[in-house]
């Protein structure tokens, strides 16, 4: 009896290891990545959560290329300072934010709002904050 028992409790953290290790495996030795997917996924989420028109997906889809496209820029230039890198980041996405509230609709505005602040929680919550 006490072999059988021995041997369930062996075959069941067997399976969760190989579950556990097959999870995270997909996701870069179990640590999320930076960022929250590739573009096109985020986009389709945005266009889903806050219902963007055909027209404002369009002009959403051109803000993210033009973002990604200045910080692949940015942090390709080895003249700044880190300092400088992380102010010139951060006026890149003052600016992004301001192009798609230009875009987006006071309540899609709202929306995304509610979007980040929960994604600011996820991260803190991860990180154990």
């Known amino acids: 009896m006490k072999k059988s028992l021995t041997l369930c409790g062996a075959i069941a953290l067997s399976g969760l290891l190989l579950v ?3 999870t995270f495996g997909q996701q870069g030795q179990g640590k999320p ?3 929250s997917g590739d573009p096109a996924q985020r986009l389709e989420q945005m266009k889903t ?3 963007l028109s055909d027209e404002q997906t369009v002009s959403v889809k051109k803000v993210m290329a033009e973002t990604k496209a200045e910080m692949v820029k940015l942090k390709a230039d080895t003249s700044l300072t880190p300092e400088q890198r992380k102010e010139k980041g951060m006026e890149t996405r003052k600016a ?3 192009k798609m509230d230009a875009i987006l609709t006071p309540e ?3 929306k ?3 979007m980040r602040l929960g994604k600011d ?3 803190k919550d ?3 904050e």
């Open 20 to 22: 556990t290790q097959a």
């Open 33 to 35: 990545d930076k960022k």
């Open 49 to 51: 959560n806050l219902g």
């Open 96 to 98: 992004t934010k301001a």
């Open 108 to 110: 899609q505005q709202q």
């Open 112 to 114: 995304m709002a509610a």
């Open 121 to 123: 929680k996820a991260k």
């Open 126 to 128: 991860q990180s154990g």
